[in-house]
């Protein structure tokens, strides 16, 4: 293990916190200009042209505003809740290929911090860590809302897991690697080889899991809105309230590469314009969130539930069958 | 080097993170440090190169096993310590150190005799998931079979236990209809 290396991937670490970062940032931008104009507003208009600086307006807003805990909530506990939101959503990029390997200067650089061959699972497990925020939040927070929302949303991630992994299961077994680079370095040949036009049940129902596990609309009971309060993060204030947000975006961004690279063919052959497509992908994934959040309203946490385990949950197991049946035969 | 600073570094966040679920009276403290602690253990697999067990520690430990905990947790208030109560601290301790004693020579006993001998050794041709794959379908198939089947009864009897009413839905029914359920109820055992 040479210096080189240590270096390279701590630049690395540093360049994806901060890209990423200010695409959380920049989302909540988007986010308000996509449903502003779904819904014949504007949306943020005055700070900067286009309101483009409102994301620093908010930043700064975060940054200042009073750090308030409560009375009787368990201080540290409630400290660090935001924070494995946000850094499980960070940790989970470690493994995430953003970028197919390119040359500056004569020196190679992997866009990926640690190419473990255990990729795929790796990213599920750390994003399924990020169920403690919400539910260490709520449960610290002193307050019967926080906690009833922590319970659900808790409730929701654990259930919705098990779609994430089942339905990812059939293309693993076509693949026969957990590796999100042999995941790409299949479906290399082009748009027909991409894996979701052998798998595309699996590819609907993982996309449907991703809104449960990003707690976005029409799953966002995380934070019912028709409880006039923001769930589990009623009670926090300031930069700790912005730390749920990042994270929240963040795994939005993340979810969206793995999407894409699982099963719309990643960055193909890793010339500039597979890279160009990759980035094209993902900015369609995210639009998604932001269009299905104008379009549509959030179920009841029954109907999510009995969507879960009574509808996806067979379908996913039924494909995972189907698919061995043919690869066998 | 590397290997040691990061095998020293989290066998110290682990002991760390263990003695605080065992110490203190706080729930949330202990649930929070018991999955962090479970989180450091994946870091052995990971120094070891043993990825997959890595990832699947951190996925079944702290992503479902540590989650059930915290369901639980979600019936009492956390906010409040727990108050143990200690009949006979004596006993405690002896047990304790029995136990200590025990799994400290359980894990001694076969480096002093020189008999440690990996029976499946990382093969650098495949990888590290189809090597486990390899063991638990030729070597483990009965224990990895009976725990399959040990597994599905657990869960069919999760909902043949909870299952009773499923099929009424408790926000769609009008008001009497909920209170007349409630007689038919039986009191349940243990209760208070």
Request: glycine letters at 8%; aromatic letters at 14%; one cysteine or more.
């Amino acid at each position: 293990m040479d210096v080189a290396f240590i270096i390279e991937t701590i630049a690395k670490i540093v360049v994806i916190l901060l890209i990423f970062s200010a695409l959380a940032g920049l989302g909540t931008y988007f986010e308000r200009k996509v449903l502003a104009f779904m819904q014949r507003r504007l949306g943020p208009m005055h700070v900067g042209p286009f309101g483009l600086l409102q994301v620093a307006a908010d930043g700064i807003k975060l940054f200042t505003k009073e750090d308030i805990i409560p009375q009787n909530v368990v201080k540290p506990i409630f400290k660090i809740a935001p924070v494995i939101t946000a850094a499980t959503a960070f940790m989970a990029a470690a493994a995430i290929p953003f970028w197919p390997q390119f040359t500056v200067m004569g020196y190679t650089v992997h866009p990926i911090v640690a190419d473990i061959n255990v990729g795929i699972l790796y990213v599920l497990g750390v994003m399924a860590i990020g169920l403690y925020g919400p539910l260490l939040g709520g449960m610290a927070s002193a307050n019967k809302w926080s906690l009833i929302s922590a319970a659900r949303s808790a409730a929701i991630f654990i259930s919705y897991e098990v779609i994430t992994g089942l339905s990812l299961l059939a293309p693993l077994m076509m693949v026969g690697s957990l590796s999100l680079v042999d995941i790409n370095n299949y479906q290399v040949g082009g748009i027909t080889h991409w894996i979701v036009w052998s798998q595309p049940v699996a590819f609907v129902l993982f996309w449907i899991a991703a809104f449960a596990e990003t707690g976005r609309t029409p799953f966002h009971l995380v934070a019912n809105d028709h409880e006039i309060i923001d769930g589990f993060g009623t009670e926090y204030s300031g930069m700790r309230w912005g730390l749920f947000f990042i994270g929240e975006y963040a795994n939005m961004f993340f979810i969206s590469f793995v999407i894409a690279i699982v099963f719309l063919g990643g960055f193909g052959d890793g010339t500039f314009a597979g890279a160009f497509q990759l980035i094209l992908k993902v900015a369609f994934f995210f639009f998604f969130f932001l269009w299905t959040r104008a379009a549509w309203p959030d179920v009841r946490p029954d109907q999510l539930m009995w969507l879960c385990w009574k509808v996806l949950m067979p379908i996913a197991v039924l494909n995972v069958v189907v698919t061995g049946i043919v690869m066998m035969f | 080097m590397f290997e040691a600073i990061a095998f020293y570094l989290f066998a110290a966040l682990t002991i760390v993170m263990f003695t605080i679920t065992v110490m203190t009276s706080q729930a949330l403290y202990a649930i929070t440090a018991m999955a962090a602690g479970m989180i450091f253990i994946s870091a052995f697999f990971f120094i070891l190169g043993a990825d997959f067990l890595g990832a699947i520690q951190i996925i079944v430990y702290t992503g479902a096993v540590m989650a059930l905990y915290a369901f639980g947790m979600m019936f009492f208030d956390t906010t409040r310590n727990v108050v143990e109560k200690r009949t006979n601290p004596q006993i405690v301790f002896v047990l304790g150190v029995l136990a200590a004693v025990m799994v400290v020579a359980i894990f001694v006993a076969p480096i002093v005799s020189n008999n440690i001998q990996a029976l499946y050794p990382i093969d650098a041709a495949i990888g590290n998931t189809q090597a486990i794959g390899m063991v638990l379908f030729t070597k483990y198939l009965v224990p990895f079979e009976l725990a399959a089947v040990m597994l599905l009864v657990a869960m069919i009897g999760g909902i043949v236990l909870a299952g009773k009413k499923m099929d009424k839905s408790l926000t769609l029914m009008a008001e009497e209809d909920i209170g007349s359920m409630d007689d038919s109820i039986e009191p349940q055992a243990g209760g208070h």
